[in-house]
Nanobody
Framework: QVQLVESGGGLVQAGGSLRLSCAAS????????MSWFRQAPGKEREFVAT????????YYADSVKGRFTISRDNAKNTVYLQMNSLKPEDTAVYYC????????????????WGQGTQVTVSS
């Protein structure tokens, strides 16, 4: 029903910025809640940010508030994660997910997942 492909990851110096994109296929992108999760080596997958279908409801993990911004463009079937003031602890594989409840931070509530994109922040 929907396929997700992340892009925009890479290696960046601490304090720098990256913008991740998640491109979705399918005609019903606008009906899905979209979220970003991340997973660092040796750690469990953790919630980063979520955005409702209309974009009116947005939540962030405390660790990224004030630094990251989630947005979506339903006409382009794309969700974005703008990451500023990056820290080494932001290093992880970042995953795009679709289909959770509005405002959900639980990975087990999402139906569709991308393959992930690596973000590495050097100190």
């Amino acid at each position: 029903q929907v396929q997700l492909v992340e892009s925009g990851g890479g290696l960046v110096q601490a304090g720098g910025s990256l913008r991740l994109s998640c491109a979705a296929s399918g005609r019903t992108f606008g009906t899905y809640v979209m979220s970003w999760f991340r997973q660092a080596p040796g750690k469990e997958r953790e919630f980063v940010a979520t955005i409702s279908q209309s974009g009116r409801t947005i939540y962030y993990a405390d660790s990224v508030k004030g630094r990251f911004t989630i947005s979506r463009d339903n006409a382009k079937n794309t969700v974005y994660l703008q990451m500023n003031s990056l820290k080494p602890e932001d290093t992880a594989v970042y995953y795009c997910a679709a289909g959770g409840k509005i405002g959900s931070s639980r990975s087990d509530e999402y139906v569709y997942w991308g393959q992930g994109t690596q973000v590495t922040v050097s100190s």
